[in-house]
């Protein structure tokens, strides 16, 4: 048996498809299914179910899967050692972002870490249902660590590290009826039309946690994936939004107010797994994230 095989199957277990597990191995898809099928044959038993619309584990397989994760993570850490020894880190390391959290200079840290550890290869990536997709990968193990906006508490497995935190502001065409306020109480808001991100994203969350509070409807007429246009969205009179207050900067034609009677702030968290330790580059990068905050 060889850590290659362990890895292949573990990426297809978890990905529940051959074809989004060898582009995550970065191989071809048949390359996966012939050393899946080696590994099955050295062990005497079927380990993936391929007859259903996604790969299903086995009953062997699901007794494979937890020792082949900790096989490899250990294979892991001894490669960190050695790498350590020889003076620096190698391997990869799979952060989840968000599209927008100006709260944290990204890039900036990222480069740093990047000149710091230039043996580490970073891989970011976003997820379509948000801070919740996010938090699905990480449960799944498909990334180390990931930058979230996830309100209440956290996911079973997953600890939050708040690092920092936004108010989040209504946002009006400034020929709107409010415009000529400063704060609006939450309940004058019903029953309006929003712009709002998908369900699944931190600022999502939070408003919605904030109507069912309060037991107030609203309606979400357009979703947008970027926070950052929710204001030009606003402002093309498409509809009034509630926008983390450090997307909006200086946005031109449009009102922000302040909205009473709710607790609306939206919290960046950084994202990491309880049921596995973290690798030495992502150690790296957690301590590295704490310089990095205001």
């Not at 309006?192 to 919605?208: E, L």
């Amino acid at each position: 048996m060889e850590l290659r095989q362990l890895e292949y199957f573990v990426a297809v277990a978890e990905e529940q498809n051959f074809t989004r597990a060898a582009s995550r191995l970065h191989v071809v898809q048949s390359a996966v299914s012939a050393t899946v099928k080696t590994l099955e044959r050295e062990l005497g038993a079927p380990l993936l179910d391929r007859n259903s619309k996604r790969v299903l584990l086995t009953d062997a397989g699901a007794a494979l899967l937890p020792r082949a994760r900790i096989a490899l993570d250990a294979a892991r850490d001894a490669r960190d050692a050695v790498a350590e020894v020889h003076g620096g880190l190698r391997g990869t390391l799979r952060i989840g972002t968000m599209t927008s959290i100006r709260l944290l200079r990204l890039p900036a840290l990222l480069g740093e870490f990047h000149r710091r550890h230039p043996g580490v290869l970073l891989h970011t990536s976003a997820a379509p249902s948000g801070s919740q997709g996010l938090i699905d990968a990480l449960v799944e193990r498909r990334l180390d660590l990931a930058f979230v906006s996830l309100p209440g508490a956290a996911p079973a497995d997953i600890q939050l590290t708040e690092l920092a935190r936004s108010v989040i502001d209504l946002v009006v065409p400034n020929d709107h009826p409010f415009a000529d306020r400063e704060a609006v109480p939450l309940d004058e808001l019903a029953g309006m039309d929003f712009i709002d991100s998908p369900v699944g994203y931190g600022n999502r969350a939070v408003t919605d946690r904030a109507f069912a509070a309060t037991g107030l409807s609203r309606r979400v007429t357009i979703e947008i994936s970027d926070i950052a246009t929710g204001a030009d969205h606003v402002r093309h009179g498409l509809g009034i939004a509630l926008l983390p207050r450090f997307v909006l900067g200086d946005a031109e034609g449009v009102t922000t107010l302040t909205v009473t009677g709710a607790e609306l702030d939206w919290a960046l968290s950084l994202a990491t797994p309880t049921d596995r330790p973290a690798s030495t580059a992502a150690s790296a990068l957690i301590n590295l994230t704490r310089e990095f905050l205001p």
